[in-house]
């Protein structure tokens, strides 16, 4: 699993409330990655930062804001959670290089917005 | 576990046959293919991936086959097994690979 957790794993929250997600890695890769899934649409990539305090947006980051203060963290954070965001959130870092950029994921956080 | 795909397309093989999944990628210019595996209520798996200076790699049990003439890749699992059960992706990316295009996914289900 590459040393990555989510945490929380499991978050019902009302609509107009912050949220933050964590991704926490122990094996210092400098790529990682925040995904949003759902039925029908695979995963689509929101934020990712290549590097401290280094990100930039994905596909879908309208309404979502990322900070990496230090290596091992990767913050995802819903300012004002609307029923939109009720979705699966998958973090991922990338290994590799050369021939091979593989990306591993955590266990994923299920957010669901009333 | 985790519901990733309500309307996916669906692949129904029996165990001990072989397994063809098959995926259109968008942008021509990707020259970076993997496929990923997910089980129900986890993250995906990376299995096999392929450049686009080849036509063919081979793991073990699967194989990745990439037409770029058409924009396809196939994956091959061979002697499939109920393990197998899972959705799978294609995953497309340019060379550097900061961003990874995901497909919808294909469920694979194994009769016993």
């Known amino acids: 699993d590459a040393g990555i957790t989510q945490s929380p794993r499991h978050k019902v929250t009302e609509t107009g409330t912050p949220v933050t997600l964590r991704c926490h890695q122990t094996e210092n890769h400098r790529y990682m990655y925040w995904y949003r899934q759902d039925p029908g649409h695979g995963l689509r990539l929101i934020h990712y930062s290549y590097g401290v305090k280094d990100t930039d947006k994905g596909e879908v980051s309208d309404g979502y804001s990322v900070s990496r203060s230090k290596t091992e963290d990767f913050l995802l954070t819903l300012e004002s959670a609307t029923s939109s965001q009720t979705s699966v959130y998958f973090c991922a870092i990338r290994t590799g290089g050369g021939d091979s950029y593989e990306q591993y994921f955590g266990p994923g956080t299920r957010l669901t917005v009333t | 576990g985790e519901s990733v795909g309500l309307h996916l397309p669906t692949l129904s093989v029996q165990e001990g046959d072989n397994s063809i999944i098959n995926c259109a990628y968008s942008n021509s210019a990707s020259d970076y293919f993997i496929w990923y595996k997910q089980e129900s209520g986890k993250g995906p798996q990376f299995i096999i991936d392929?450049?686009?200076?080849?036509d063919k790699r081979q793991g073990q049990r699967v194989t990745v086959l990439l037409n770029k003439t058409v924009k396809h890749l196939s994956l091959q699992i061979a002697a499939t097994q109920p393990g197998d059960s899972a959705v799978y992706f294609c995953a497309e990316s340019l060379t550097g690979g900061f961003k990874t295009i995901f497909g919808a996914g294909t469920r694979l289900f194994v009769k016993a």
């Open positions: 392929i450049r686009s200076n080849m």
